[in-house]
């Protein structure tokens, strides 16, 4: 019977350098039969494969990649991703000794070429220092150009080996044969130290290369260590048993204590608690579970402790959903094509036809001489087309961009983000923690008469509670006295109760005020229906007979939030908003900041979703978070960015980490993009007029009209210069100003304090005769006593604005 299962799988690929090499491992594969479809991934050296096990298999294809140069490890089974991440480290601390050894044996090789060229056995000492330089540390750019060889194709290690290789054994054939050239009136040079410093520079890219592409499994492995390692089970008679995560089975009972995370996705049987899912929706205010509620696996469980049953565990789980996700968008993400590759290959192949094809012309045209100066070209043009100021043009304005980002509080992972921030079109922000601050603030309290007394009872009521809102109300009555309650009870779904000095005292929701059919005042009426208009949470504080005050609480806007969205959508880039909160509050929120395109109550995978739909419209896509629950979306996007006040694991899926956590950073960051991006190419540019120029003067072709043949130590340095150009070019960046103009009415607030107010009326006062002054925006707080006013028109002189309030009563304005 034919087993024809067709089955996708991602391996890890080894000795990718390159988007050649990625090219090149994809054809590969795509030529071996039974193979439908593979996407190779340069940034997480991966490559995920769709293939028929009928026709072929894992052991075929590593086969297959092996003669091509590279390889695949296919035993996943038995290598976790500890190990897979031990093997890159090994690789990276292998290539940075290389590296370091090879830039100790470089300093005195360009020492004594520059300025020691006549002391004693130099050459000698030369030949000694660049042998171990060229082919031992240098040695896999010859065993990978033999490779390519013998494949039929050639890269940039081609150009470095042949370059390199036949520099050096020209130097060693004149350090031991110079009577050769001194017969034909030539005088012998050695260029060990092009050969060697050649190899340095490719070696010092390749590593920084490395760094940057970062350990992408570093945020898998974080997301794992969401699920405990161990639960508490109980069995049919109640008895509790501590037991491995991976013995949990369907229908197992599990009890949850306070502060724990929850293994698997289940129901809740017994007990209730609150949750905290911020993981799953980015929503700061925990959820309330009781009987018969979903619980889901990597949530943390508040105060409370429950029982439930287990649903859904291993594969099943939302939590590993999410991980599966992460893990396919970051393998299937086609890396960015760097400008320096994809011209390699057509530049290596043309710069080694050059050089045999001038050697040819010099024996075929000049009887004479023709050997002895064909063989000077070809190692001409070799050295002076070396891709030195080629392979420098990318990383050093990479590391320049990189380091003017860090200046501006923008981290950088890889030159691929920089690359591909200047496309961006489509920018989707996560609400919670990225539009807002977020966590819960109390942002109006409105008093029927502000007595010390009543703060009192609420803050101490507050203190005993284990609802996830009394944190705010505790924080912004800080500082009040702590008085004894009596009696305190939690009323689940509604809210809190307890006596003081033998009066009944309520904390809660609307329906706790109607069901003990307490009296609400008229103007505080008035003002709770205007804080659920702006979807803030309203809490009413009473006593047994009247409402004495109003609590609002909301996840504040960032005061940047606005700027940023304006210029982001100035600069013809479409703003979205995604959000697990309900719609009314999406709403509210997208209207403040002039957010057009929303989308509320998605969950986490439906936000990478979203970011693939766009994608397929044609948008190139950053997607900005903060948690865990934005991850599959970040990995989705072109440009992943992450907030520095969010998860860990935000930043570690995320390409770019805004460490202030302000959205203004991000038309920066596309600014900064466009810099480098620019500079890249200026560099490229020089770089090849400087070969345009070279290479036909190298080959001789300025020797039939005046006689003249460049001098290989002559390339040497005009290689050396073009070097020092295109870093010199890299460094300009370095005094480019990214940050945002900002905008007029940014600067023009002011504070005041409010002297006079004793009521909520006086509040309401103040607040109408501010605002009927014209360009004047003010709001104004009772406690604290305050005034906050914009201006659009420029700053009123405070007589103005006193002369204005003294309209509304005796008030006075006292600047901050």
Known sequence: MTNNRIINQTFPVLDMSCAVCVGRVEKTLREQAGVKEVSVNLATVTAQIIYDTSETSPEVLKNALQEAGYDLIIDLENQSVDEVEEAHEKRYNKLKKRTVWAVVLSIPLVIISMFMLDIPYGNEIMWLLSTPIVFGLGRDFFINAWKQLKQGTSTMDTLVALSTGIAYLFSVFNLFFPEFWLARGVTPHVYFEAASVIITFILLGR????????????????????????????????????????????????????????????????????????????????????????????????????????????????????????QEAQ?????????????????????????????????????????????????????????????????????????????????????????????????????????????????????????????????????????????????????????????????????????????????????????????????????????????????????????????????????????????????????????????????????????????AEILPGEKADFVKKLQHEGKVVAMVGDGINDSAALAQADLSIAMGKGSDIAMDVAKMTLISSELTKIPEAIKLSRLTVRTIKQNLFWAFIYNLIGVPIAAGILYPINGFLLNPMIAGAAMALSSVSVVSNSL??????????????????????????????????VEQALNALAGVEAVVTLNPPQAIIHYQNGPLVLADLQAALSKAGDYKLIAC
């Open 331 to 599: 393998g299937s993400k086609a890396p960015v094509q760097k400008l320096v590759d994809k011209v390699a290959s057509i530049f290596v192949p043309i710069i080694i036809s050059i050089a045999i094809l001038s050697f040819i012309l010099w024996i075929l045209l000049d009887s004479s001489n023709g050997f002895t100066h064909g063989l000077l070209a070809l190692v001409t043009v070799l050295v002076i087309a070396c891709p030195c100021a080629l392979g420098l043009a990318t990383p050093t304005a990479i590391m320049v961009g990189m380091g003017k980002g860090a200046e501006n509080g923008i981290l950088i992972k890889d030159a691929e983000s920089l690359e591909i921030a200047k496309k961006v079109n489509a920018v989707v922000l996560d609400k919670t923690g990225t539009i807002t601050e977020g966590k819960p603030m109390v942002t109006d309290l409105f008093w029927l008469n502000q007595e010390a007394s009543s703060q009192f009872v609420l803050y101490s009521l507050e203190k005993l509670s284990e609802h996830p809102l009394s944190d705010a109300i505790l924080s912004h009555l800080e500082g009040a006295t702590q008085v004894k309650i009596e009696e305190f009870s939690s009323l689940t779904g509604k809210g809190i109760q307890g006596y003081f000095e033998g009066t009944l005292y309520l904390a809660g929701n609307q329906k706790l005020m109607d069901e003990n059919h307490i009296e609400i005042d008229a103007h505080l009426a008035t003002e709770a229906d205007r804080l659920l208009s702006e979807s803030k949470t309203v809490i009413w504080f009473a006593n047994a007979k009247e409402v004495l005050a109003v609590v609002a609480i909301t996840d504040k806007i960032k005061e940047s939030s606005i700027f940023a969205i304006e210029s982001l959508q100035s600069d013809s880039i479409e703003v979205y908003m995604l959000t697990g909160d309900n719609k009314e509050t999406a709403k509210a929120i997208a209207s403040e900041v002039n957010i057009k395109h929303y989308e």
């Open 732 to 765: 300009r960046l370095k005094r480019k100003n990214i940050q945002l103009k900002t905008k007029k009415q940014n600067q023009m607030k002011q504070e005041f304090k409010v002297e006079g107010m004793m009521c909520n009326h006086c509040r309401l006062h």
């Open 207 to 326: 590593l920084l290369e490395e760094r940057a592409k970062g350990n992408t499994s570093s945020a898998i492995k974080k997301l794992m260590g969401l699920q405990p390692n161990t639960v508490t089970l109980l069995d049919e008679n109640g008895e509790q048993r501590v037991v491995a995560i991976e013995q949990i089975q369907r229908h197992d009972r599990i009890l949850v204590k306070p502060g724990e995370r929850i293994a698997v996705d289940g129901q809740v049987v017994e007990g209730s608690s609150y949750v905290d899912e911020s993981m799953l929706s980015g929503e700061p205010i925990a959820v309330l579970k009781e009987k018969e509620s979903m619980v889901y696996a990597g949530t943390i469980n508040q105060k409370g402790s429950f029982h439930f049953k287990a649903e859904k565990i291993g594969a099943d789980t939302l939590l590993a959903q999410i991980i599966q996700k992460v």
